[in-house]
């Protein structure tokens, strides 16, 4: 199994997957019975024992609770970590209300991960099915959420972050916000796969945790909870009782993704030049 091979995977499951379309039973509403989720989507190949993964290790990262790539499987090679981009259907409906999810949103948070369950549970097959050991962290029954640090419960980190792999890997880094900026944005969803497979890693085009993000401020005028400061950084307890209003005014869905929307990194990495 080669790069195009993984891409051609990714496309036919895209373009095909009936989870990648909202069925008539899940529709919020009866118009967006069919709505496609994701688009085509982007990877990238970081080496199982690339030094950026032991950093993750550091405290000011995420901490020794993180498990490196050959703690979850001793014969790994590579990560590959791959972004889904939302259709625009789906961003273009959560540019609108400036304090609430649209529906359209709320199907891509939740059907969204679904299918990246579904279709990362398929791409691990199709790399079993061919010989070469691999699992997904993210659904694996070793990983949890939340972690003992200096003898308190954290609540918001866990032993595998999409996000920081996805940087590792070289996708994309890491915005104000704390989502990540890819080559095709940043709203959307992540995932990853660790493998025996080999593959030359990608060589990252980037140096620094935030190059890509031009501190611009969008998304701090964008949160309806002010959870985002252009000087302290994200408040993630904020954030997520934002989304556990949601939840109840949702039931049983959720979700927020303003600062995801109507930004520079919407869509594509921002030209710090302008």
């Not at 032991?54 to 590959?80: C, M, S, Y």
């Not at 891509?108 to 997904?136: A, T, V, W």
């Amino acid at each position: 199994m080669d790069r195009q091979d993984i891409a051609k995977i990714a496309l036919e499951f895209v373009q095909n997957s009936n989870y990648n379309y909202i069925s008539k039973d899940n529709a919020i509403t009866e118009e967006l019975a069919g709505m496609k989720i994701f688009d085509e989507p982007i990877f990238a190949i970081g080496a199982a024992d690339d030094d950026g993964f032991q950093l993750l290790k550091n405290p000011i990262a995420i901490g020794e609770h993180f498990l490196l790539p050959r703690e979850w499987t001793p014969n790994a090679n590579i990560v590959i970590s791959y972004f889904f981009p939302f259709t625009e259907e789906i961003i273009k409906s959560n540019r609108k209300d400036k304090h609430w999810p649209s529906n359209e949103w709320l199907h891509g948070r939740i059907e969204g991960q679904n299918f990246i369950k579904e279709f990362s549970m398929f791409f691990n097959k199709k790399l079993n099915d061919e010989g070469y050991e691999s699992l997904i962290p993210a659904f694996d029954s070793r990983f949890h959420l939340g972690s003992v640090i200096n003898d308190e419960f954290q609540e918001f980190t866990s032993n595998w972050s999409e996000r920081h792999v996805a940087f590792v890997c070289g996708l994309g880094t890491f915005g104000l916000s704390k989502g990540l900026i890819t080559e095709k944005g940043m709203a959307g969803r992540l995932g990853s796969v660790v493998t025996q497979l080999k593959l030359e890693p990608d060589k990252k085009r980037y140096k620094d945790v935030y190059e890509y993000c031009t501190m611009c401020g969008a998304c701090v005028r964008k949160c309806p909870v002010d959870a985002i400061s252009v000087d302290t950084g994200k408040d993630h307890k904020k954030c997520s009782d934002f989304l556990d209003t949601t939840k109840e005014k949702y039931k049983p869905r959720y979700g927020c993704g303003k600062c995801q929307v109507s930004v520079p990194c919407e869509r594509r990495i921002p030209n710090k030049s302008k």
